[in-house]
């Protein structure tokens, strides 16, 4: 067992604002799966088995421990808890055979949760999603800053997850703070 | 009282006054005032000087068509030039001052050009500063500069912050007045989507200006109650202090809301406006009408507006601009004016041009008049009245309302390339080819009447929506035409205002014509009618009537300028939102920038990474004395660099060796599993593109690299290919430059430093040179290993998951630290492949091909690649082409810069004898003198020779020789080490 | 400018990045006999019509799709927009 230590990709603790709370999610490790030429028949296959059910356009799967949604044509996302990260691209690689490519997305995404009951008002001032149109386990990549992001409605209620570029965490973490003081 | 012209009613709140100045002086207003219905109430008429000539002004509207009253709004950072006091909603504590004067504002200096209008006409500027040339721009420039302008910046700042948002609905409604707001009822009762943006802070539109009653109750009490029912909707949003400043492509519209434009100061956090885009299946505009003036002698004095202002500030605002009043109108809109003003109690006298005017009980109305001329240095004082039998009157009056008809407010169906076309009942122009998906209702489309405004609406909104059934009973509402004869003007008036903001009168448009410039977009540029702030929203249509009647012509051959965004004025703030200063983009930063922080590295930014320059240390003085240390140590012991920065795309699927075969001009598809190679991209033309190195991890997965500068344009290309040439290749791409954390350890003790950290075997035997390989790192971790060179030394780049790349340099640092390990910068990696010749974007710089490069043979004539084909071009081939050289002075103190260009010895220095130019250029440490790398003709034929290298710009001429590029270890023993 | 990609429906066109005439699908064959001539129409040679364009526009801040669009250059009209790999296969690039 290797002793190098894992670093968040912001490390910064939860912070309400007005009625808003933003926090750094670092629970999630992630892979993307691509299914090779010819085979997107048996790769949704895998994928409703690790999924439950294969994401739909636009859509994710939002399920413990594996969640997943759909990046591009033929190409979704997989999130599972962190504690699996070390094994999560070979165990899907083991899965998913020569179906599909699996690539290591871990390090490559900065994931905030944003929480309250602000947030529409504040998506509104942060990218061009129909936030209110959208409904728990829409997705849509979009631009937050000039940033490519994904950005997942995780309830009706009030809850949207962010999946930004992790060498722009402190960026976005900073157009998410002051998009929720404009709105506080 | 102070507020002496304040009358009774309105919708103002009389319980809040608040205090405001205006130049200096107090005074009191309400809220619900505007600064200009505050000023008037006070019997401040006065409140700017005009452009050109400095004549006294006061305001000519209560709208944003406004084109006199603009005040300098707040004071020091906030300071805002060229406000208009008639849309400015009053706050407490309000500062605002009268600008384009020089001493007071009742007595300025520069009103001396008042005197001088018959040589300052239409045309002055271009006409008098032509000579002598010498005098433009030491002279006649800066006196017109400082002349010239209204306002001025306050230089500083702009502490505010301005924000963008996007906002999607089934129908945007733009006008909250009665066509607006029962199109937003008929529509939000129906359950779509629906926003309603208004510019003004109350909404309402002209109901709030009228007496005219709905469902018997006021028009203005009917807007209240409507606009409460649709602000208690859910699929409702109403956008007051709203703007929609454009109509673009698709049902996009851009809207500019207020947000704190109304108070001192925005609340901590607030933006001061945001910038809506707006994203609508339908639109109805219902923009309303803004009615027009009437040229006559001296009609622009303090005092004299349009008819409907007076009406607004008498009813909306409860001010009487003066007791006595004369409306002077050529349609029945002006008599509501007048009946609405005798009702407030004032003394109203009409003159109306319209010799079947109706006569009226209440007031005096002389028919088949016309004003002539008017009296009062400050504001108006007397006016002059041509009878209908010839003879003239003078009435003593402090306000004059012109009623000269309304023109529909057509600006946003423009926008999309469409022309309105000319209504002659109206005598005006009404809407014609509209954007996609717009409607238009109420007096926006020549509806004038209330009832018609609310009837339009609803139908607006029903067939936006395509909504069925029966019609809702609408509410009722009075309906009268309004009967206008066209007059624009009044016969033999000279010195007559069209457009107050620019100061062009009619004496001004017969000049133009006169001159030649007869197309209404010549009338516009000789004689500026129609343009700065207020775009000719009061003008126009006046400035055309005269040209047609000259041109003996109909208004509509004449034709219409051509309306643009934006509606109104917009801060340039709100358009840059939140991107200035350090937020004008996103930052990227590299896995080691928190421990090169603590290192106290200077970075630089490249794109929008920031990447470590160099590692200055104490005692150290310069740039170069860092970065010459770096260079040293790496290349005598071992340094690290973090090259997380570079592009790296993972290709994988059973082609991905043809799809690099493709994308490659060198080939790829006989590369064996754990071995890399350096790739030349070409494009389709045959010019280089990008280059970097290909990792064979297996036989269906390799790691591409690319460029820092061009990861994202070559990620696009690669999918390029792979969507629209390949589309049946077996090959998937994901760009994972931000997923791994890649550092590259150099220097003849990078092994030693490396072998404490890898889990594996990396002798030379083991992992020789261009090796590769998934490996562990510390025990475990999972980790990439490339042994590849920038540098020219023994050199392995090492990457790991991201999140443990803080961890990694850390433990490279630890593990070389017996070594003197040295951490450098993007400078000493640049002056490392300088010595080794290698080429950076510097070199392939949009310009240079794989043989200018000296690289000509990589690319395969045993297949086909991108760029291979045109490569071979005979242009590309001449004898003498470029080739890439080294370059080093003859004498070691000099410099060789960039940019400098290669000449033959006692050749003429200029363009037709150019020879070539150097790309890259440093000091070498380990040379002890500059050196460079240059394109020369025919450069592999001349090396040994002596040329002379010139830059006349920056005074640079010396004599170097010509060498080989790379300057160090050429065998490239170093790397095989 | 919207533009209703196949898969996601409305997208702003300020997500996409734009490469100009879908003509670039084209590619002559590099083993033809006039193929410099071949290639250098397909690339410096472009129409420029005032009226239906098919371009193609890449979904950079999207799906990463490229996409050939029909649009009209003078209204700004969007007839027709298809993936660039269905269009790709149909012009026989799949060999």
Known sequence: MHDLMLAPALGCAPQTIGTVTITENTGVALASVAARHGKSASCERVLKSVLGAVPDIGKAVLRDPEAGFWMGPDQWMIGAPMETHETLADHLKTKFGADASITEQSGGWVIFDVVGEKMPDMCEILCNVPIRKMDAGDVQRTLIHQLGCFVIRRTNADHIRILGPRSSAQSLHHVLTTAAMAVA | MSQKNRIAGGQIDRDTPLNFTFDGKSYEGHAGDTLASALLANGVRLMGRSFKYHRPRGPLTAGSEEPNALVQLRSGARQEPNTRATTTELFGGLTATSQNKLGSLSFDLLAVNDRFSNFLTAGFYYKTFMWPAAFWEKVYEPIIRRAAGLGSLSLEDDPDVYDKGFLHCDLLIIGAGPSGLMAALTAARSGADVILADEDFRMGGRLNSETYEIDAASGADWARKTVAELANMPNVRLLPRTTVIGAFDHGIYGAVERVSDHVATPASGKPRQILWRIYSQKTVLAAGAIERPIAFDNNDRPGIMTASALRSYANRFGVAVDKRTVIFTNNDDGHRSAADLHAKGVRVIVIDTRMDARKSPDYEVLVGAQVINTLGRLGLTFVTVRLADGSERTIECGALGMAGGWNPNVHLTCHQRGRPTWNNALAAFVPGALPVGMLVAGAANGDLSTAGALAGGAAAARKALGLRGRLPALPLAEDAPIKVTPFWYVEGASRAWLDQQNDVTVKDVKLSYQEGFKSVEHLKRYTTLGMATDQGKTSNVGGLAIMAELAGKDIPEVGTTIFRPPYTPVAIGAFGGRHRGQEFHPKRLTPSHGWAEEQGAVFVEVGNWMRAQWFPKPGETSWRESVDREVLATRGSVGVCDVTTLGKVDVQGQDAATFLNMIYCNGFAKLPVGKSRYGLMLREDGIAMDDGTAARLAEDHFVVTTTTANAVSVYRHMEFVRQCLAPDLDVQLISTTESWAQYAVAGPKARRVLEKIVDQDISNDAFPFMACANITVCGGLRARLFRISFSGELAFEIAVPTAYGDALIRRIMTAGEEFDITPYGTEALGVMRIEKGHATGNELNGTTTAANLGMGRMVSTKKDSIGAILSRRSGLNTADDLRAVGIKPINHDDTVPAGSHLMNTGAPVDAAHDQGYVTSACYSPNLGHHIALAFLKDGENRIGDTMRLVSPLTGVDVEVEICSAHFIDPEGERLRA | ?95
């Not at chain 3, 027709?80 to 149909?90: G, H, I, P, Q």
């Open chain 3, 1 to 95: 400018m919207i533009i209703d990609h196949p898969l996601l429906g409305p997208r702003d066109s300020a997500e996409f990045t734009y490469m100009g005439d879908a003509r670039l699908i084209e590619r002559p064959s590099p083993d033809a006999e006039d193929a410099a001539a071949a290639f250098y129409e397909y690339a410096y040679l472009r129409d420029n019509p005032a009226g239906l364009h098919r371009e193609l526009w890449f979904h950079e801040a999207g799906d990463r799709s490229w996409l050939v669009v029909t649009r009209n250059t003078v209204t700004h009209e969007i007839a027709k927009v298809e993936l660039a790999t269905d269009v790709a296969r149909a012009k026989g690039r799949s060999t």
